[in-house]
């Protein structure tokens, strides 16, 4: 049996569930694969926004979910000393956090089965959230049926659904160094330097910051969108001294190594 059967056998077993949703490839997925086979008004869509995510990602989550059922829930990530100080272990505090409050929220609605998009690569790699996720009995159908992320982007292109190509994203955190204090102005900062570079046709991106350096991160095909005059003064405007192109290319955990 193919894995996209396995999903929508497995789904079958419940009758109303509750979704941390992204807005990303996978939470998206799954939102939409469990709406077809629960029904739209079976499937709760749950979104914590907060300052670890961009504008655009919010906005863009927002837009998908405007002909489903969904809660938006707001989290002041900065309110969590792991989160604000950046330890290493961020990830479980704040995934902690966030999960319980879309629990909460599904409780709310009479729900007491709620899903993540954790798939079966995630599981292979640091994922400090993954544990809070198992303390809180979150489940996850996309690893239980051993999905991978390539395949999840086939079946989502062969089903239509928009966020098949769109690339992988991160909590803004992830774009200092453990142990740095974060603001709500730091976050900002990686923010607006990673939407010049979406203005330019390079979304998948990661500007990581050195104090007054900024390390961009991105696919060796764009390097060329990269190497401009104009934009590196438009980010150096934001506050750098200095704007470097990694030629590693782009890294997922690169603070991790």
């Not at 292979?124 to 996309?142: D, T």
């Not at 390079?202 to 390097?223: G, P």
Request: aromatic letters at 8%; proline letters at 2%; hydrophobic letters at 40%.
């Amino acid at each position: 049996m193919e894995k996209l059967q396995q999903l929508k056998e497995v789904l079958k077993t419940y009758q109303k569930v509750a979704i941390a949703y992204s807005g990303g490839c996978d939470s998206n997925f799954l939102y939409q694969v469990a709406a077809e086979v629960l029904g739209k008004e079976n499937v709760l869509a749950v979104l914590c926004r907060g300052i670890m995510m961009s504008k655009e990602d919010i906005e863009n989550a927002r837009t998908m979910l405007a002909a489903g059922w969904f809660a938006e829930v707001p989290l002041d990530v900065l309110a969590i000393k792991q989160f604000r100080y950046n330890r290493k272990d961020r990830c479980y505090h704040c995934k902690k956090q966030v999960m319980s409050m879309v629990i909460e929220t599904a409780h709310k609605f009479g729900i007491e089965t709620v899903f993540d998009g954790k798939n079966a690569d995630d599981e292979k790699v640091y994922r400090p959230g993954n544990q809070a996720c198992l303390e809180l009995g979150i489940i996850s159908p996309l690893a239980k049926v051993k999905l991978t992320k390539a395949e999840i982007r086939e079946y989502s292109k062969q089903l239509k659904i928009v966020t098949y190509d769109k690339p992988a994203n991160a909590c803004l955190a992830s774009r200092f160094p453990y142990d740095t204090l974060l603001t709500k102005q730091k976050l900002a900062l990686v923010e607006a330097a990673e939407t010049l570079l979406h203005q330019r046709g390079v979304y998948h991106v990661r500007v990581r910051v050195h104090d007054k350096l900024a390390r961009i991160e991105v696919e060796l095909k764009d390097f060329n969108k990269v190497i401009d005059d104009a934009l590196v003064k438009e980010i150096k405007k934001l506050g750098f001294d200095y704007v470097t192109l990694d030629l590693e290319g782009i890294t997922s955990g690169s603070y991790d190594r």
